[in-house]
């Protein structure tokens, strides 16, 4: 089962970026040959006008075909192809490559926007303090809603979580990192100096306190502005995740997760219910969409990068064979790396991890 609910999230992420691509060719007038979900061998197909649309067998992404998408404009014959994709403009050709990360961001919103619609969001509000913790020792109470951490405004539960995490990065070294809590205390505000353990007991947190859970009930149009909130604090969880490989809090090997990671996670969620399935899905559609915006040949990103040095050579393209290898050898990296990290992935399962 978990595998089947891995399909069909991953299913609806590559349809969603594809159809971007898709869209924007066929309204730039580039000819799109096939719109294919997975990867060949082929399992199902028909044609409707000029496109091909297909199931293929590997679920593992898909593409929108198009002639001339390594810069070729003739066609088998050796005419000039108007609707090919390399005989565009550079901005048609820009619109196109972006589209598809475009149309993930989007989804990314529009998922959070509804879950922010109809669950509200998280205060910051202390509901249990651990007896002995640090909490504890600085006075903080059940009920204290925290206003700022070191200084930094937080707004939901989430925000103070990675407002201390980020502080405990910043001083890795130390056993005991001092963090300056101001709360809302029935009608007065009220200063908790307390610090976060490097190594507490398990279930306790850095510093000995959890949220309550209570959630602030949010108007349909504020819901998206929420969203983009919600996708910023993503953003700042994956940059404490690369601070952590950095510093050495976290193992390199721990780090990433790959087809097989995924869909065991997936699994997991799954399990919590839609709502936590609809947000790994919003969090797995964002990162999609910064993937492939890397700048390595064979990804969105890196056509881009071949077509902003193209700009900067005042329209002088690359040879189109050239091209093609660039682009080949950053599929065979991708693929090598994926098959990497797909290796360690079954290495946890295996383990228990």
């Known amino acids: 089962m978990q595998i089947v609910i891995a399909i069909l999230v991953f299913a609806v992420l590559i349809i969603v970026h594809e159809f971007g691509h898709f869209i924007v060719a066929k309204r730039v007038g580039v000819r799109v040959q096939e719109f294919a979900i997975g990867f060949p061998p082929r399992l199902f197909s028909f044609q409707r006008g000029e496109t091909r649309y297909s199931i293929n067998l590997l679920p593992l992404g898909g593409y929108v075909l198009m002639p001339g998408e390594n810069g070729e404009t003739l066609d088998d014959q050796g005419r000039f192809d108007p609707r090919a994709f390399g005989a565009q403009a550079a901005w048609k050709r820009a619109a196109i490559l972006v589209a598809g990360v475009t149309m993930n961001f989007l989804l990314a919103i529009v998922i959070y926007t509804g879950l922010v619609g109809a669950q509200g969001i998280v205060i910051p509000e202390v509901g249990m303090v651990q007896p002995g913790s640090p909490a504890q020792l600085s006075g903080l109470q059940v009920g204290d809603r925290i206003l700022t951490v070191n200084g930094e405004k937080v707004a939901t539960a989430e925000d103070a979580l990675l407002a201390i995490k980020g502080i405990s990065l910043n001083h890795i070294k130390l056993q005991n990192v001092p963090i300056t809590l101001v709360v809302q205390r029935g009608s007065q505000q009220a200063t908790v100096n307390t610090e976060a353990r490097k190594a507490p007991p398990s279930g306790q947190g850095p510093i000995g306190f959890a949220f309550s859970g209570r959630a602030w009930s949010v108007p349909w149009w504020q819901a998206p502005r ?13 940059g404490q995740g690369i601070q952590g490989i950095i510093v050495g809090a976290i193992a390199p090997q721990n780090a990433f ?5 995924i869909v065991q996670v997936t699994g997991q969620v799954a399990a919590l219910g839609i709502g936590p399935l609809l947000s790994l899905m919003a969090l797995l559609s964002w990162n999609l969409a910064v993937v492939n915006l890397l700048p390595i040949p064979g990804l969105d990103g890196g056509r881009l990068l071949i077509l902003g040095v193209e700009v900067l050579r005042r329209g ?17 990296f991708l693929l090598s790396l994926m098959a990497l990290i797909t290796i360690n992935d079954i290495g946890h399962i295996l383990s228990g991890k």
């Open 316 to 332: 002088r393209r690359l040879a189109p064979e050239r091209e093609a290898i660039i682009n080949l050898a950053g599929m065979v």
């Open 257 to 261: 997760t790959g087809p097989v990671g």
């Open 226 to 238: 929420w969203a983009i909130h919600t996708i910023r604090n993503d953003f700042v969880t994956e």
